[in-house]
């Protein structure tokens, strides 16, 4: 099983990895939570979950300078990769498992690159513990530049519950690319699942 590494500001900006600009889970429940859809101890439990990153990022790879000096990379020598967790649904049975909850994560490049990986775990939350992790998916993962899609499920249930989709994302890049390889986590926005 892929193992998960927290990616931190230090080590992102070692990495060069460039992160797109988008709402932490907490604060993109927030806006749900005031219209009263989401109660705090919920916001409480997703941000301790995603331990303050980020819902989605794009990280690249780029050619490494033969000079010790920055310079800007052409636009052709970039490849842009992008990590996303999809919301937690009751699935329908087309990609996922009929009468399950399932969370997807998923991971592509706009350029072939010799390893993609995506793997999904599915968090529940429960009251006045936090959110626990009911499910892990497989490993998808492969070369090229499609996208690959990791699924992890589990039983739907009769009452509403909140749920979280966690990604685990991993890019190994060609030869001659800086960084050589990544590994990063996307969390999903915060789901209220009703089967």
């Given at each position: 099983m892929l193992r998960r590494h927290?990616?931190g500001?230090?080590?992102?900006?070692?990495?060069?990895?460039?992160?797109a600009?988008?709402?932490?889970?907490?604060?993109a429940?927030g806006?749900?939570?005031?219209?009263g859809?989401?109660p705090q101890?919920?916001l409480?439990?997703a941000?301790?979950l995603?331990?303050?990153?980020?819902?989605?990022v794009?990280?690249?790879?780029?050619?490494?300078?033969t000079?010790?000096?920055?310079?800007?990379?052409?636009?052709?020598?970039v490849i842009?990769c992008?990590?996303?967790a999809?919301?937690?649904?009751?699935s329908?049975?087309?990609?996922?498992i009929?009468?399950?909850?399932d969370?997807?994560?998923?991971?592509?490049?706009d350029a072939?690159?010799?390893?993609?990986?995506?793997?999904?775990?599915?968090?529940?939350?429960?009251?006045?513990s936090g959110f626990?992790?009911?499910s892990?998916?497989?490993?998808?993962s492969?070369?090229?530049?499609?996208?690959y899609t990791?699924?992890a499920?589990?039983?739907?249930?009769s009452?509403?519950n909140?749920?979280?989709?966690?990604?685990i994302?991993?890019y190994?890049?060609?030869?001659g690319y800086?960084?050589?390889?990544?590994?990063l986590?996307t969390?999903?926005p915060?789901v209220?699942?009703?089967c």
């Amino acid at each position: 099983m892929l193992r998960r590494h927290v990616l931190g500001i230090g080590l992102a900006a070692l990495l060069a990895v460039s992160v797109a600009a988008v709402a932490s889970p907490a604060s993109a429940a927030g806006s749900a939570m005031a219209a009263g859809a989401i109660p705090q101890p919920v916001l409480d439990a997703a941000e301790a979950l995603a331990g303050g990153q980020v819902v989605a990022v794009t990280p690249t790879f780029s050619r490494k300078p033969t000079t010790r000096k920055p310079v800007a990379a052409a636009a052709e020598n970039v490849i842009t990769c992008t990590a996303r967790a999809q919301y937690p649904h009751a699935s329908t049975g087309g990609n996922g498992i009929p009468g399950s909850i399932d969370g997807k994560a998923d991971s592509w490049c706009d350029a072939p690159i010799p390893y993609i990986g995506a793997q999904a775990e599915l968090y529940q939350y429960v009251p006045g513990s936090g959110f626990y992790l009911v499910s892990v998916g497989s490993l998808n993962s492969g070369p090229g530049n499609k996208t690959y899609t990791g699924v992890a499920f589990t039983i739907c249930q009769s009452v509403p519950n909140y749920y979280v989709t966690k990604g685990i994302h991993t890019y190994t890049a060609p030869g001659g690319y800086y960084p050589p390889s990544l590994t990063l986590t996307t969390q999903s926005p915060i789901v209220q699942v009703t089967c």
